[in-house]
């Protein structure tokens, strides 16, 4: 019988499949802890950063407080519409991302040390590799 699963974030339902099977799910982050933990920001308050008119959406809760244009943040995140059965799926699933027993990140702790220790102590991934 299967001990874990390790997956990719952009399956973050399999978090459910792994409660139900009573074992640890492992989420795979290829894109680095930066980019992880602007992603799970944007998850968290998607349906607020929707309603922003300004052009610019800042990130203050992150290290550094990045902002960005509005247009270069996901499509994903972009196109979520509240209630549209697709884009609640997508967004229990990437919320979900943050309820794993571990994470796997693209990165070293020299290059992204702040956004890893973000992951563990803000996000709730205790255990980040």
Do not use: Q
Not at 106 to 128: I, P, W
Request: net charge negative; hydrophobic share 40%.
């Amino acid at each position: 019988p299967p001990v874990a699963i390790l997956s990719d974030f952009f399956v973050g339902w399999t978090h459910h499949w792994a409660e139900k099977l009573n074992i640890p799910r492992i989420g795979f982050f290829s894109s680095g802890a930066f980019l992880t933990s602007l992603d799970a920001y944007i998850w968290r308050k998607v349906d607020r950063m929707l309603l922003l008119e300004s052009p610019i959406v800042e990130f203050s809760d992150l290290p550094r407080s990045p902002s960005f244009v509005k247009e270069h943040l996901s499509f994903l995140s972009r196109a979520y519409t509240k209630g549209d059965s697709d884009s609640e799926i997508v967004k229990n699933g990437m919320l979900a991302n943050a309820k794993s027993w571990g994470c796997v990140v693209n990165s070293f702790e020299a290059l992204e040390g702040e956004y890893l220790d973000h992951m563990k102590n803000e996000m709730g991934c205790g255990r980040v590799y």
